[in-house]
């Protein structure tokens, strides 16, 4: 089947309660792990390409998106794919051409009113193509930008934000934080209840790995949509590859190890995608 649509995804969550995992994607085995985890749990997924994962595989967007597509395309669940934490245009602007659905833009590090032009212009730009865009306010953490310790994402100006820029998903700062490798970030459920109030489109919570299973739940209750985890995977994936060295420190064949690192990612994705996709209230 052909690659799914992000903003169909998000819809249908929404529609039924549920939330929908976006799984951040590194190599072709974090694709392949991912898709398999959504066709054992029967729950479509979002396949995320981050700048930084493009800037890893030598800043050409298309090789990887390619993958990725080739991937979802087999699948027999929906698989959509999405730019994530796009700073870069012109890479922004490439991952259309190669045939993402959706995109993040973050000038989160602009002044507000500069974050507001710039999300503008662009979400002007990529929704006339059909495509979708997520922008981010507030500061999330481990990045310096919207998700910051401490920082918290105001309703008001998130109402105003998304009105102003025309975008079709908000992520907002409400606790958690980028590249935990613990799963101890508590989140703001009361805040996330304003923000659903107070912001017509969908939210997403970004820095997923960092919070556990029931927070996570209570998060989708709560009103969050899309929920982006990355960290999660390379936990298991780095664990798996250290064990199967030490077993046997004469392996070479980096498909001995892979595979076991693929098969990790798998469970832990398929764990979570059911987290998500539970039912809220």
Same mark, same amino acid.
């Given at each position: 089947?052909?690659?799914?649509?992000?903003?169909?995804?998000?819809?249908?969550?929404?529609?039924?309660?549920? *939330?929908?995992?976006?799984?951040?994607?590194?190599?072709?085995?974090?694709?392949?792990?991912?898709?398999?985890?959504?066709?054992?749990?029967?729950? %479509?997924?979002?396949?995320?390409?981050?700048?930084?994962?493009?800037?890893?595989? *030598?800043?050409?967007?298309?090789?990887?998106?390619?993958?990725?597509?080739?991937?979802?395309?087999?699948?027999?669940?929906?698989?959509?794919?999405?730019?994530?934490?796009?700073?870069?245009?012109?890479?922004?602007?490439?991952?259309?051409?190669?045939?993402?659905?959706?995109?993040?833009?973050?000038?989160s590090k602009l002044p507000y009113e500069e974050n507001v032009a710039a999300t503008a212009r662009i979400t002007?730009?990529?929704?006339?193509?059909?495509?979708?865009?997520?922008?981010?306010?507030?500061?999330?953490?481990?990045?310096?930008?919207?998700?910051?310790?401490?920082?918290?994402?105001?309703p008001g100006e998130a109402a105003a934000f998304t009105a102003a820029t025309g975008v079709d998903a908000l992520?907002?700062?409400?606790?958690?934080?980028?590249?935990?490798?613990?799963?101890?970030?508590?989140?703001?459920?009361?805040?996330?209840?304003?923000?659903?109030?107070?912001?017509?489109? %969908?939210?997403?919570?970004?820095?997923?790995?960092?919070?556990a299973d029931g927070e996570l739940r209570a998060a989708v209750a709560a009103g969050m949509v899309k929920v982006?985890?990355?960290?999660?995977?390379?936990?298991?994936?780095?664990?798996?590859?250290?064990?199967?060295?030490?077993?046997?420190?004469?392996?070479?064949?980096?498909?001995?190890?892979?595979?076991?690192?693929?098969?990790?990612?798998?469970?832990?994705?398929?764990?979570?995608?059911?987290?998500?996709?539970?039912?809220?209230?």
């Open positions: 089947m052909p690659a799914a649509a992000t903003s169909a995804l998000v819809a249908a969550a929404r529609e039924s309660g549920r *939330g929908v995992a976006a799984f951040n994607v590194i190599t072709l085995e974090h694709a392949e792990a991912i898709t398999a985890a959504a066709e054992r749990t029967g729950l %479509p997924v979002v396949l995320q390409i981050s700048e930084n994962a493009v800037r890893f595989h *030598g800043g050409r967007v298309e090789p990887v998106v390619a993958a990725a597509a080739a991937v979802a395309r087999a699948a027999s669940v929906p698989v959509a794919l999405h730019l994530d934490h796009v700073e870069d245009e012109d890479l922004l602007r490439a991952g259309v051409a190669a045939g993402v659905s959706s995109v993040m833009v973050d000038a002007r730009w990529a929704q006339a193509r059909g495509v979708w865009v997520e922008a981010e306010l507030g500061e999330v953490g481990g990045k310096d930008g919207a998700h910051a310790p401490g920082v918290r994402t105001d992520a907002v700062a409400v606790g958690s934080s980028h590249a935990m490798t613990e799963r101890t970030a508590r989140l703001d459920l009361e805040l996330i209840g304003r923000l659903r109030t107070a912001v017509p489109v %969908p939210l997403v919570l970004h820095g997923s790995s960092g919070v982006n985890i990355g960290t999660a995977l390379n936990i298991a994936f780095t664990a798996a590859v250290r064990e199967r060295l030490a077993e046997d420190e004469r392996v070479v064949d980096p498909r001995r190890y892979l595979s076991p690192a693929r098969d990790a990612m798998t469970a832990v994705a398929a764990h979570l995608l059911e987290v998500v996709a539970a039912r809220s209230a």
